[in-house]
């Protein structure tokens, strides 16, 4: 972390709430949540938004549009989890590895490719957004609503990838360690893994 943030143990209030939270969700205390350890109120804020935009859509579609949008963000933190999140909770290994061994979605099926597509574009440049890129999905099976929540959740990843990207979080080790090496490999795509 580039500032000085709470250490857990020494955590009270809300920042100690927000800990064993986290901690309770993973297991280990995640590095990310040091980030949010000077304003546990934006944690909360963040998690309020994020479990809405991803309890108010398909969660599969949720983690190929939130991987999509990692990586196009350069986010290893955020690639790493949300495909530990696509096998483990989707229990989509199959797609999870096709977007390790084809970063750009190509190897998807032609909906799921779609959606990573656009949120992709989403999160590099939402103004380059044009109609013929929302009928594209549209012609994929979407519906309207479901091409809101993809840019809900390609547009809440801006703000939680900039968030520990630019405090200096790094992926979590235990994390990491659940992929192979190759698989890892792929899903570096900025900061490297903190160290044990």
């Known amino acids: 972390m580039f500032i000085?943030?709470?250490?857990?143990?020494?955590?009270?209030?809300?920042?100690?709430e927000y800990y064993r939270k986290q901690r309770a969700a993973w297991g280990f205390l995640p590095n990310y949540a040091?980030?949010?350890?000077?304003?546990?109120?934006?944690?909360?804020?963040?998690?309020?938004?994020?479990?809405a935009v991803r309890d108010g859509m398909d969660r599969r579609r949720f983690e190929i549009a939130t991987i999509a949008a990692a990586r196009a963000l350069r986010s290893t933190y955020c690639t790493?989890?949300?495909s530990k999140f696509l096998r483990d909770v989707c229990g989509d290994e199959a797609s999870m590895d096709s977007i390790v061994r084809h970063p750009d979605g190509t190897a998807l099926d032609p909906q799921d490719r779609a959606v990573y597509e656009f949120a992709a574009k989403v999160a590099a440049d939402a103004a380059s957004v044009e109609q013929q890129?929302?009928?594209r999905l549209r012609d994929a099976g979407l519906s309207d609503a479901d091409i809101a929540d993809v840019v809900f959740a390609a547009s809440a990843r801006c703000f939680f990838t900039?968030?520990?990207?630019?405090?200096?979080?790094?992926?979590?080790?235990?994390t990491a360690e659940t992929f192979a090496p190759d698989q890892l490999?792929?899903?570096?795509?900025?900061?490297?893994?903190?160290?044990?």
């Open 133 to 135: 890129d929302v009928d």
């Open 80 to 82: 790493a989890a949300h």
């Open 34 to 51: 040091a980030a949010f350890s000077t304003r546990p109120d934006v944690a909360q804020a963040w998690n309020a938004l994020n479990t």
């Open 4 to 16: 000085s943030s709470v250490p857990e143990e020494a955590a009270e209030g809300e920042v100690a």
């Open 162 to 174: 900039a968030v520990l990207d630019g405090l200096g979080a790094q992926l979590d080790h235990q």
């Open 185 to 196: 490999a792929s899903m570096v795509v900025g900061r490297p893994v903190a160290h044990p």
